[in-house]
């Protein structure tokens, strides 16, 4: 709420202001101090669950990037034709007519000729205005090529696309009140920055101090690891092996797997023919399972269906059979803890060990009474996250891991692994909004809510491509390298594509820095005619831009939605829902605008306002209603937010009502929290449309003479080597990654005094941290300028700190660092730009999902 002090007699106003953070993607719900017109503090707000009053200091150091003395105040364009690193664009100042007029002609021309000519690019950490402006905006205007950050490429394809496949939801943590055992592969949920950072925080410790055992998997002993129970160091990339391994030893060696949830909530009894597809009955198409109990063959939805077999072999119309859980349990013998060892270092002894504290610990066949409902009761999780997922296994690596949840039956229930609010019954005014996982027509699970246009499952057909991300054949891969990899025209030509790239716009993402070696993205924007940018600061990348308009800060900005759909950067577990709205809490000034008031603006210019219309109902869910916006009427951004409230939560509670009490709460209920055993779906084990994909590929891939990897296309899981793990020169003799600094937000931060400062205090943020013993044998100490060159030839440079915390294979650096821009004074050459090392390419890309591979073999030396 809104609330008014008593102002001195020389003050006019002294105000806090509720409103919505945006330093990340967690979006926390903050009250800003705001007197006489100036803004003196931030804090969390304790009204609402996105919070609970809690923040962190990137959230309370907003109010340096608000006043920041370097952010762009005016329309510029660019006066010096050349475009380079290091090129001076010699900026002119422009009114925003001027400006606006410039880019409507471009897009006019390219919307008239092929609107896939315009490529649409933005940044995660403004998810949600980035959604409604540039996702509404691509709809209307036709065009497909839509392309994130560093943010996006590097953590999503797997991570976000199989919590979706598995869970409904963007991500997973701990039911952190009830859970007793959780291993966390390369994650570090409650712990570091991301998802709900602040409120997980909280539950993360208070979880530890009631007795919960934290184990990390992770080459680093960092955020996470530190307060763990137990770290376990593994060789980079390599999870899926270990996961795989303790699989093994739970289903072959000590029998534990819970037969209840593996019969009525997976796929593990369809029965599978031995060309690898399902068995399925002739009259509806429907897969068959077998009935222990009657001797015979059943659709997986018969209700007289009593005992569904999970293992051996059986015949059906003269066709052998078998279940997809025994094929599962057959393959995973090949991944014994001996062999395991080798391949993630880690002693065999060790991984056994693990699988049966993990085993023990879900307490198969256990229930728990809440709010009077008996549910099942798996106080064990194994989470995963970006490391898990960063490599050419990216697909493989989060299937293996998350297997175990699926065997104990820990997924969506009670101290097991919670996806982001999955269910929501919406308000109880109003029962919005609302949605429910749902089964297809063979059973399996596809999401109520979603992020993007591209649903995790069922997964489109493969056809021949006609976007620059060559999406369309790769229909698990929601974003794409392809758009600028170094091999992007070879790839096109292949695919006779008969378009370039000739505009992009831009929207907050320093795609040079972002992404991967910075002349790969350096061509390709020399390449494009015409390119504008959205930001708040110039830098590495509006170096590039031909028009950079002045966006506004998230303090000054309106929107919705900060925190919806509730799958991203809500709390799960029991609690409050919880909307908030983003306000400005200072006056907007000099001549910044809100990016999404300039897309409507641009759109009813070059006459696509109805379009755009229809795109903003589908998106906020307004079509139908009697708040949806009529198609060839413009609309000013503050009706529309109000339309969109008023939509959601009834009349009386539009944006003056949110204006002055910022947030709404409802009580969560148990079967939204705890959905799983009250929703009809179930999720696959055995991964049979992957195959699918593969046959329905291979045509399209071979009709263009493109020899297309489908070695991530298999029904079951496996691990398969990055491109790091094939290097055979003893000389790069490390493996490089990078992690997630838990006081920077990529590389927008940097720019910050506060956060900064800190970073420099922090004797990590800054340095390439390398094993103690590692840099000894190789003559280094702490504070050595060293090179760090990979086996193609690329290098960074940056100052060493030696560490126990690391594995002895390992080095690794905080993410995304070293600016080079002179226009943001304070990030200039502060840490290391890891960055650099990556390659943009097909053959460092997971051929399932389309994730960059991001660990690379290095070799150290002094500088």
Not at 358 to 387: C, H, M, Q, W
Request: charged share 20%.
């Amino acid at each position: 709420m809104t609330v008014k002090k008593p102002a001195p007699s020389n003050a006019r106003e002294d105000v806090w202001v509720p409103s919505s953070c945006s330093m990340c993607y967690g979006m926390c719900s903050i009250k800003a101090h705001r007197v006489d017109g100036t803004l003196v503090k931030i804090e969390g707000n304790p009204d609402s669950p996105i919070s609970n009053g809690r923040l962190c200091g990137k959230g309370v150091s907003g109010i340096m990037t608000l006043y920041d003395p370097n952010r762009v105040n005016v329309p510029l364009i660019r006066t010096n034709p050349e475009k380079g690193i290091g090129v001076d664009p010699k900026w002119k100042e422009i009114t925003w007519d001027e400006a606006l007029d410039a880019v409507a002609e471009r897009l006019k021309k390219i919307h008239e000729e092929d609107p896939r000519k315009l490529l649409l690019q933005g940044t995660t950490t403004n998810a949600f205005t980035m959604q409604a402006g540039l996702f509404t905006f691509s709809g209307a205007f036709g065009t497909e090529n839509i392309y994130v950050g560093g943010g996006g490429l590097h953590c999503g394809n797997g991570a976000h696309e199989l919590n979706g496949l598995l869970h409904a939801s963007w991500s997973t943590v701990p039911d952190f009140e009830l859970c007793n055992y959780t291993i966390y592969f390369g994650a570090s949920k409650g712990h570091s920055a991301g998802h709900v950072a602040n409120v997980n925080a909280q539950k993360a410790a208070d979880s530890r101090a009631r007795g919960m055992k934290l184990v990390v998997v992770d080459p680093m002993c960092n955020f996470a690891s530190g307060k763990a129970n137990e770290w376990v160091p593994i060789r980079v990339g390599t999870d899926a092996a270990l996961a795989l391994s303790m699989a093994n030893v739970m289903v072959n060696e000590l029998d534990i797997y819970d037969r209840e949830y593996l019969g009525r909530r997976t796929n593990g009894p369809y029965l599978v023919k031995p060309d690898g597809h399902y068995m399925r009955d002739p009259a509806t198409n429907k897969p068959l399972m077998w009935d222990m109990s009657d001797g015979k063959a059943k659709t997986f939805d018969d209700q007289t269906m009593k005992e569904p077999a999970l293992l051996g072999s059986f015949k059906v119309d003269g066709v052998d059979c078998t279940p997809g859980f025994q094929l599962l349990k057959d393959h995973l013998k090949k991944y014994p803890p001996e062999e395991a060892s080798k391949i993630c270092t880690i002693p065999a002894a060790n991984i056994r060990r693990l699988a049966k504290e993990f085993g023990t610990n879900a307490r198969i066949g256990s229930t728990i009474v809440i709010d009077g409902k008996t549910l099942p009761y798996r106080p064990v999780t194994a989470i995963f996250f970006r490391g898990s997922q960063g490599h050419k296994n990216s697909t493989y690596n989060c299937l293996a891991i998350d297997m175990l949840n699926h065997l104990v039956g820990c997924a969506d229930v009670p101290g097991g692994a919670l996806g982001f609010n999955p269910v929501c019954h919406g308000h109880p005014d109003t029962n919005k909004p609302s949605y429910t996982p749902y089964a297809c027509p063979d059973g399996l699970m596809i999401t109520g809510s979603w992020m993007v246009p591209h649903l995790p499952y069922p997964p489109a057909d493969p056809a021949a491509p006609s976007s620059l991300g060559l999406n369309e054949l790769y229909p698990m891969g929601m974003t794409s390298p392809f758009l600028v990899s170094a091999d992007r025209e070879e790839l096109w030509e292949t695919f006779k594509m008969p378009y370039r790239t000739e505009m992009i716009i831009n929207y907050g993402a320093n795609s040079v820095m972002s992404v991967g070696n910075r002349q790969v993205h350096e061509e390709f924007l020399k390449s494009v005619p015409f390119f504008v940018s959205f930001d708040i600061f110039l830098n590495e990348t509006t170096d590039f831009a031909d028009i950079v308009l002045p966006d506004t800060c998230y303090l000054e900005r309106l929107d919705p939605d900060p925190n919806f759909p509730f799958i991203f950067n809500h709390p799960a577990g029991m609690g409050d829902w919880g909307w908030p709205i983003r306000q400005p809490v200072v006056d907007q000034t000099l001549q910044r605008r809100h990016f999404v008031e300039v897309m409507l603006e641009l759109a009813h210019r070059i006459g696509i306002t109805e379009p755009m219309n229809v795109a903003l109902n589908v998106h906020y869910g307004l079509s139908g209603s009697a708040y949806a916006l009529k198609p060839g009427q413009k609309y000013t951004w503050t009706e529309i937010t109000d339309r969109v409230l008023r939509n959601n939560f009834g009349d009386d509670k539009g944006l003056e009502w949110f204006k002055e009490n910022g947030v709404i709460t409802w009580p969560k209920k148990v079967e939204e929290v705890y959905w799983q055993p009250f929703v009809p779906v179930r999720v696959p084990i055995y991964y049979e449309f992957f195959q699918t994909i593969e046959e329905k590929a291979r045509p399209v891939a071979q009709k263009y003479g493109f020899d297309m990897d489908f070695s991530r296309h298999k029904p079951l899981p496996d691990w398969l080597p990055c491109h790091s793990h094939e290097v055979k020169d003893p000389q790069f003799d490390l493996w490089s990654f990078y992690y997630r600094d838990v006081l920077h937000t990529n590389s927008f931060t940097m720019e910050n005094p506060w956060l900064d400062e800190a970073a420099d205090m922090n004797p990590y943020s800054y340095f390439i941290a390398l094993n103690a013993d590692v840099g000894k044998k190789k003559g280094l100490k702490d504070g050595d300028l060293i090179w760090v060159e990979s086996d193609s030839g690329r290098k960074i440079q940056g100052r060493l700190k030696l560490t126990e915390g690391i594995h002895p294979e390992g080095l690794g650096v905080a993410a995304m660092c070293g600016h080079w821009s002179t226009n943001q004074p304070i990030a200039k050459g502060k840490g290391i730009f890891y960055n650099d090392l990556i390659e943009v390419d097909y053959e460092h890309t997971d051929p399932a999902n389309l994730n960059m591979d991001l660990c690379v073999k290095v070799k150290v030396y002094k500088a």
